[in-house]
């Protein structure tokens, strides 16, 4: 007798890389695909969705896996790289089924979904889902988690119906180690409905930074279904150049009803930043760089440097200007350069290195202008200085791609993913490629 495949929780295939049969990485898997059946028989897993190099996401089908090992897909090496695009009759297991609410058929007690598990049937290629990791008990209860088990797919009833209130927690911890762009791109992959329950799951900082990688659309759809004091709150967690971008996307009325909730401090950075134009220096630059008084010393820029939450484009340099050292600054005395800073001792002056031999941005320096400056002096971030000689904020490369991409490249599929594609709409097995 023919030993059991072995059981594969489908929690565990989140973002593991998917290989050719050369061992060369094609993807990585974001999502599976099943298509739920009548009565109670397990769902037939019909593929999975993969991200490609170019980040564009595509369908695998089953029939073209050849095997789910420790941390690794392997498929047959011929993949249609049209974009996936799911269909009504199909659910994505990952975004949809984790953390639904459910009832055990036996005793009709409520159950919310932790995870499932998907079994290869035997001598067939075809997969199925076939059992259901499940914690009794309403969600949010106020008492300890209930009992976890896992039963048959059959045990339990409840896929079938539109859910109203999904929880998200199970789905989060399975991206949980994604880099802010990648979990905002599987946000965008969500439904609406479920991108909205996600984004409620997340923290302030967490929301924040997907907020930054999203489109303008999906910004301000996330934005308008949070309650107005918690929008307010994911705002003052941006920063305040990407806090003013989303912004300016809201009727006028809505942008200062958040921005009456938001800190002072914090709603006056923004609406410094809103005043300007937006493809200036002054509408580019983030009103938070590393400022520094002439008496600091080589060990206090460098302690600043290695903040974590500051991005590489803002480490790069620390800006020496007379009191007050929160923008708009004293006078602006010159820029030192991480490199610098390693060059010399500790106990040494920044007034002592600083270089002023550049001319700062104006804030009314056009977009075409900043990104010649950037490229003329080889620098990645670039002081912006008001008439008075303050200083005001700076202007970062990653804010000036962000604008001189085109305003949907997110969503843009790069063709420089190479792998081979199919020559028509069939799959070898003859089923129709999908999407």
Request: hydrophobic share 40%.
């Amino acid at each position: 007798m023919a030993p059991a495949a072995p059981r594969i929780f489908v929690s565990h295939l989140a973002g593991v890389p998917v290989f050719d049969p050369q061992g060369d990485q094609v993807g990585r898997v974001r999502d599976l695909v099943a298509m739920l059946r009548v009565g109670r028989r397990p769902p037939r897993l019909l593929g999975m969705v993969v991200e490609v190099l170019s980040r564009r996401r595509i369908f695998l089908p089953m029939t073209r896996v050849t095997g789910v090992e420790s941390g690794q897909v392997i498929t047959t090496g011929v993949l249609n790289v049209r974009r996936f695009e799911q269909r009504p009759t199909e659910r994505l297991v990952l975004g949809e089924l984790l953390d639904r609410r459910v009832r055990l058929v036996e005793s009709g007690e409520e159950a919310t979904v932790l995870d499932v598990s998907i079994q290869q049937l035997p001598a067939r290629r075809e997969w199925e889902i076939d059992k259901v990791f499940v914690r009794k008990g309403k969600p949010g209860a106020l008492r300890r988690k209930g009992e976890t088990l896992t039963v048959e797919w059959s045990a339990v009833t409840g896929f079938s119906l539109e859910e109203h209130g999904q929880g998200a927690e199970s789905l989060l911890a399975t991206f949980e180690q994604l880099r802010p762009a990648d979990l905002a791109n599987v946000l965008h992959h969500l439904s609406p409905k479920r991108r909205a329950e996600v984004a409620a799951a997340l923290d302030d900082d967490r929301l924040a930074d997907v907020l930054e990688e999203l489109p303008d659309d999906d910004q301000v759809e996330i934005l308008g279904k949070l309650k107005e004091e918690r929008a307010a709150d994911v705002l003052e967690a941006m920063d305040p150049d990407d806090a003013a971008d989303l912004l300016s996307e809201l009727p006028e009325e809505d942008k200062e009803r958040l921005l009456a909730l938001m800190r002072p401090d914090d709603a006056a950075d923004v609406r410094r930043l809103l005043a300007y134009e937006e493809r200036t220096a002054g509408g580019l630059m983030t009103t938070e760089p590393i400022v520094l008084r002439p008496d600091a010393t080589v060990a206090d820029a460098l302690a600043r440097v290695r903040q974590q939450d500051l991005s590489p484009a803002l480490a790069a340099q620390v800006y020496v200007c007379r009191p007050p050292d929160e923008t708009p600054t004293g006078k602006y005395l010159g820029t030192v350069h991480f490199q610098r800073l390693l060059r010399d001792p500790p106990f040494t002056l920044v007034s002592s290195i600083v270089e002023s031999d550049l001319p700062p941005l104006a804030p009314d320096t056009s977009l075409p202008a900043v990104t010649s400056y950037l490229a003329a002096y080889n620098m990645v971030a670039a002081p912006v200085v008001d008439e008075s000689g303050s200083l005001l904020g700076a202007v970062t490369v990653d804010d000036v791609l962000d604008h001189l991409l085109p305003d949907d490249w997110r969503e843009t599929e790069f063709e420089e993913f190479a792998h081979e594609e199919s020559s028509d709409d069939k799959s070898p097995s003859g089923e129709p490629a999908h999407g």
